[in-house]
């Protein structure tokens, strides 16, 4: 567990706490052994007759001083090192929430979101077990073990002690055998708590696609088989640990057996003195619970290793898409955009899903993207992004290569509206302004232009209406324009708009087209489209058929050449005129 650098940064961090706690923990456990050893004293004075009554009241204090010390000790203990191990939950869930913000976004895709909440919740709560109960536990059962059984030895008859302690080395075996087995099934149970994890999430986030196609029965069905195995994974675990404390206790209580049989004959024959027997019963009875300790202590640990493990797996993980190191902060951009022999294929695919792409864009020009699905035209948009890297020397902004632009100055001044936004369980109003600390006066500017602000204050908390997770208050089409606010308020240079107005009605379109034809002047924008009506008046169109460029121009142009823009065009103007002949 110590291998694994951020819990070893954390324990050089925070050393005096632990230092401190455990002192406390230790001067607590040397309190504890010291009142056996007063009520020893106290019951071999009282048959002498020699105890007065101020020797009563001296012993009475001495060990309510020793219990005062021993509560002192133990919150000392409590709040130094299990309020340390809460501080490294704390540190190792933030932790994990910044290193995956900086992974890739084809992490995500291979990723179940059920085991990368499993890490953040069981893992990291393990991880601090281990450190905290954990360590308490290790400290005590190795201190407390050792001291006794030399108090033991040195005090009290060595037959006694010897047969007293012939179950132990059993109880040892025993919690090192069922040690093993917990580890291999805590595996279990934590990929079966992941599976179900999951399962919730992608139901929850797609209730509207169950509820549409009427599948809640097969839903609850699905749930149920993977709740089921959850349940089977945790009764194995649960009867191990069944198993384990009664064996642990029987083996415990077998000391104590011979304790009671052999040191009360040893009592009656008077080779031990009764004070003897008391304070040898008490030590076996601190004794018994270190010896139960060191099962519970190695499955804690063996836990905390598992998810050391498992988190040190995603902690390994490396960005794909970082800043070169001569990567130069591009501030501000003019919008130049030029792309050449661009070929593009996706890791772990062997098909390119861009093929020899050249096409350049001056700054405040607009270029239009059209093409059937499939054709690569959001992958060019994600290239611009470097949600993707493409290949060294193929897009330049501004003459520098994309690659070489940090990605911070790149990201900031580019915005990006896609077809499907995602959406935050929040306010509309921090929805749109959630690129950057806006004023509420640009947030509203912004959804004029994106011809939303009626729509927001026709809802009862207009700015401050929740939208629901993923916006599910919110229609397809007002989700499609509040994403297209949040790209304008950013006042990028350069706009990408992905196919951003699909779900808007034709008049909202061309509404939304005239503000955007209005903002465009001096910045580049990127319009991809399936509707010709969206791209026509663009200064240069391309169109994308299997990852390459079949045909490029006007619109003017396109449709005198007759091709698959023509036909495009020619096609939506039919479904248009049979619409409104409808």
Request: proline share 3%; charged share 20%.
């Amino acid at each position: 567990m110590l291998s694994f650098p951020l819990i070893r940064e954390f324990l050089l961090k925070y050393k005096w706490r632990y230092i401190i706690g455990l002192t406390s923990l230790l001067v607590v456990n040397v309190m504890q052994l010291l009142q056996p050893q007063v009520i020893r004293r106290f019951v071999d004075a009282l048959p002498t007759g020699r105890l007065s009554g101020q020797a009563i009241w001296v012993y009475s204090l001495i060990i309510v001083g020793l219990a005062v010390v021993i509560a002192v000790g133990r919150y000392m203990w409590r709040i130094y090192v299990m309020g340390t191990s809460r501080l490294l939950e704390y540190t190792l869930r933030n932790k994990l929430y910044a290193h995956l913000q900086t992974l890739s976004p084809r992490y995500f895709i291979e990723t179940k979101t059920g085991d990368l909440m499993a890490h953040a919740t069981n893992d990291i709560n393990a991880v601090r077990m281990a450190m905290g109960p954990g360590v308490v536990m290790l400290t005590d059962a190795v201190f407390m073990t050792v001291t006794i059984l030399i108090i033991m030895l040195r005090t009290t008859d060595i037959r006694l002690t010897a047969l007293a302690l012939l179950p132990l080395p059993f109880l040892a075996l025993t919690a090192r055998y069922f040690g093993r087995l917990i580890h291999r099934r805590f595996r279990k149970v934590q990929e079966a708590f992941s599976d179900l994890t999951d399962v919730v999430t992608e139901n929850l986030a797609g209730i509207r696609v169950i509820k549409a196609f009427a599948r809640e029965d097969a839903a609850i069905a699905r749930f149920e088989r993977i709740n089921q195995y959850n349940v089977d994974m945790n009764m194995h675990l649960v009867r191990i640990w069944g198993l384990f404390h009664p064996l642990i206790q029987f083996l415990s209580a077998l000391s104590v057996l011979v304790v009671v049989g052999y040191g009360g004959t040893l009592v009656i024959l008077g080779s031990i003195s009764l004070g003897d027997f008391i304070a040898f019963n008490m030590y076996l009875g601190m004794l018994t619970w270190p010896m139960m300790a060191v099962g519970w202590v190695i499955n804690n640990l063996q836990r905390g290793q598992a998810s050391v493990a498992r988190l040190k797996v995603i902690f390994d993980q490396r960005p794909e898409i970082v800043d070169e190191p001569d990567a130069v902060e591009l501030r501000p951009m003019e919008g130049r955009i030029e792309i050449k022999n661009l070929t593009f294929t996706y890791p772990g695919s062997d098909r390119p899903v861009l093929q020899d792409v050249n096409v350049t864009v001056e700054p405040g020009q607009t270029l239009a993207i059209v093409g059937r699905t499939g054709s690569g035209k959001t992958t060019l948009a994600n290239l611009l992004l470097r949600v993707f890297d493409p290949p060294m020397g193929t897009i330049f902004i501004d003459g520098h290569d994309i690659r070489r632009i940090t990605l911070e100055s790149l990201r900031t001044q580019i915005g990006y509206a896609p077809q499907d936004n995602f959406l935050f369980s929040t306010t509309i109003a921090e929805n749109i302004g959630f690129g950057g600390n806006f004023t509420r006066e640009e947030i509203e500017e912004a959804a004029k232009k994106a011809q939303l602000h009626n729509d927001v204050m026709g809802f009862p908390h207009g700015y401050e209406t929740m939208v629901g997770e993923r916006g599910v208050t919110l229609s397809g089409g007002q989700k499609q324009r509040t994403g297209i606010a949040r790209a304008l308020v950013k006042n990028p240079r350069i706009m990408i708009f992905d196919d951003s107005l699909s779900a808007v009605d034709t008049q909202t379109e061309d509404a939304i087209l005239r503000e955007l034809k209005r903002m465009m002047k001096g910045r580049t924008t990127i319009l991809i489209a399936h509707r010709i009506s969206t791209v026509k008046d663009a200064d240069h169109i391309i169109v994308l058929d299997d990852g390459r460029i079949v045909e490029q121009g006007t619109h003017e142009e396109l449709v005198a050449l007759g091709g698959l823009y023509a036909d495009t065009y020619e096609r939506q103007l039919l479904e248009e005129e049979l619409e409104r002949a409808v």
